[in-house]
């Protein structure tokens, strides 16, 4: 636990900060309309589940003012590179973004639960303080408003009328449902199960969030709620009036009250970061603008393929990702992808793998279904937005790195693995890193011929230069038949791995983590150790308890400090 707390310390603190201002704002407001003499009459006849209403409606415009801060996708990146000076717990902070923001989604749909059943149960009692059941005060309250010289409190007119289809004609009403069908199906779609299986199904509802904020926005004009105003506060004793209702108008310490809405508030909550975000949009509007140079493109027989591009301007750090854009195919989805290129090359490139629909459409407009791909000029135009930074990112910035790649979860280390490379080889550059440790889980390497290329080359070239210990392999195949099975027994004694023709083996089966972090800490007991993995959730969750389990209490013994790749 202290070694879970030493490492999480900040998400820790950030999330007890998130709801601390939650739970205030809640019994904050929640206290000022139980509390307030405007709402004696409200409470009267809506007794507790106004300030429910209303502390839950508080607690929404909070989080609706922090749910598009963290897909401000410029911002992060910008807040990332700044980060470089206050160490590496606020970038691992930032590479939560997304974590970050689904937690703050939750909170939009709890506290819109709590407004949505409030304000149904306040319209069934508005609807029953019609009655004459309800006593003599409720009923001389939802009677104001019947002359022209006085206001109402009471929305629902009287006891006949159809209260859904009263509701239905105001404006806080209508703008209600629209926000709460707009915010099920963002909600819905945006379950793992739908991402991985249509991701365009979760792009396109997700954009719902335009009729979200301006509903949220519009829904406080409808004024549902009303509360007695300050000058009939002053001219209207409530305290002694409202045990004296038979005296209204008839003494002067007495005169009818009068009532009026709050004024919306929601814009005053979200107008900054809606502005932020259109500043946002524009610049990736801007980039999308920009041309694209398509300098190459490789079909892999493993249902992958290689794009290299050009771009003016285009700066990019190892371990970045981009967003693709191909307008013949979409003119809306952006799909993001990793860069496979290094910095240190006059180009970047992407490995696109053949899964989905989009991806499908694109082999097809690039002519990778033929025999031939299409002469580069005939090829589709692509636009890209980035590059952005992700946790791969710090890799250089620990003395021992452990990458860990599960599947296609391979390529952010492409771009990694070449510029390791290209560092070792500039005697200008000096690197603080000494070591990294290479794990690639991985069902079929045929898969991802073109990544075991990568390796088998650098693989020669760092023993061409004396450093074959800087760089250790340990790649651990999870899938064979009983061919490859007797293949491999026959040539075990080879000097080339006959799987990956690596000189370090490969490993048959899933490793022991346990035993591999138990060896690494061993190997480096005072170190900080960076461990940057991609892949599967189920895996990652394992990793992070593991780096957690073999990091010392004692800052001054070993730290494994865990990043995993999201976009």
Same mark, same amino acid.
């Given at each position: ?6 490492n999480e310390?900040?998400?820790?603190l ?9 739970f ?14 405007a ?9 507790? $589940? ?30 990332? +590179? ?20 689904k937690? *703050?989604?939750?909170g ?6 709590i ?5 149904? *149960? ?9 009655s ?47 926000? $709460? ?12 199960l ?17 009729v ?24 209207h ?9 038979? !005296? ?50 490789? $079909? ?32 809306l989805?952006w799909?993001?992808f ?5 910095? !240190? ?12 629909d989009? $991806? ?12 031939a791909?299409? !002469? ?9 937005? +980035? ?13 021992? %790195?452990?990458?860990?790649a599960? +599947? ?7 771009? *990694?693995?070449? %510029? ?18 290479f ?10 011929e ?6 088998f ?14 760089l ?49 800490a ?34 001054? +013994?070993?730290q494994?400090h ?6």
């Amino acid at each position: 636990m202290g070694c879970w707390i030493l490492n999480e310390k900040l998400s820790v603190l950030l999330l007890l900060v998130w709801l601390g201002l939650n739970f205030y704002l809640f019994i904050d407001t929640f206290h000022w309309y139980e509390d307030d003499n405007a709402y004696i009459y409200t409470r009267i006849m809506l007794g507790s $589940t106004l300030a429910w209403a209303r502390a839950s409606a508080t607690c929404l415009n909070f989080n609706c003012m922090l749910i598009l801060l963290p897909v401000c996708r410029n911002l992060i990146s910008f807040l990332r +590179g700044a980060s470089i000076y206050c160490g590496g717990a606020l970038k691992r902070q930032l590479d939560k973004n997304i974590t970050f923001h689904k937690m *703050i989604a939750y909170g939009i749909a709890l506290n819109a639960t709590i407004h949505i059943v409030a304000h149904s *149960i306040n319209i069934e009692r508005y609807h029953s303080s019609q009655s004459k059941e309800a006593g003599e005060l409720q009923n001389k309250l939802s009677g104001l408003g019947k002359s022209p010289n006085e206001s109402y409190l009471n929305p629902i007119r009287s006891y006949e009328t159809n209260t859904i289809g009263q509701v239905l004609t105001t404006v806080a009403g209508i703008t209600g449902v629209v926000i $709460t069908v707009a915010l099920i199906l963002i909600m819905t779609s945006s379950t793992e199960l739908i991402r991985r299986s249509c991701y365009e199904v979760f792009w396109y509802t997700h954009h719902l969030f335009v009729v979200f904020f301006i509903g949220l926005i519009v829904h406080g004009m409808g004024q549902l709620v009303r509360g007695q105003t300050p000058q009939s506060l002053l001219l209207h004793n409530v305290t002694y009036c409202k045990d004296h209702y038979w !005296e209204w108008e008839n003494t002067t310490q007495c005169p009818l009250p009068e009532f009026s809405g709050n004024k919306p508030v929601a814009w005053k909550w979200v107008l900054s970061p809606m502005v932020l975000y259109i500043c946002e949009r524009i610049v990736r509007f801007w980039r999308f603008r920009q041309e694209v140079i398509i300098t190459k493109v490789v $079909t892999h027989s493993s249902g992958v393929l290689e794009i290299h591009m050009k771009k003016h301007g285009f700066r990019m750090g190892a371990g970045q990702y981009i967003f693709l854009q191909c307008p013949s195919v979409s003119q809306l989805e952006w799909h993001p992808f990793t860069l496979t290129s290094a910095p !240190e090359e006059d180009y970047f490139s992407v490995h696109i793998r053949l899964v989905g629909d989009w $991806t499908a459409a694109l082999f097809k407009a690039f002519g990778a279904e033929e025999k031939a791909l299409k !002469e580069l000029w005939m090829l589709p135009r692509l636009a890209v937005d +980035g590059p952005y930074g992700s946790a791969t990112t710090d890799i250089f910035h620990y003395r021992v %790195s452990v990458c860990i790649a599960a +599947g296609i979860g391979v390529t952010p280390f492409a771009s *990694i693995l070449k %510029s390791i490379w290209y560092k070792c080889c500039n005697p200008n550059t000096v690197l603080a890193l000494q070591k990294v440790y290479f794990y690639w889980i991985c069902r079929d390497p045929s898969a991802f011929e073109w990544f075991a290329d990568l390796l088998f080359h650098l693989e020669t070239k760092m023993a061409e230069k004396w450093k074959n210990d800087f760089l250790s392999f340990h790649i651990f195949l999870t899938g064979w038949d009983e061919s490859q099975a007797t293949h491999i027994a026959l040539h075990c004694d080879d000097k080339m791995d006959v799987i990956t023709g690596l000189r370090q083996k490969t490993w048959y089966g899933r490793p022991n983590w346990d035993n591999e972090f138990k060896k690494l800490a061993e190997n480096h007991p005072s170190n900080s150790i960076g461990v940057f993995f991609c892949g599967p959730k189920a895996l990652s969750k394992i990793l992070q308890k593991t780096c957690n389990s073999y990091s010392s209490v004692d800052p001054r +013994g070993v730290q494994f400090h865990y990043n995993k790749e999201s976009f």
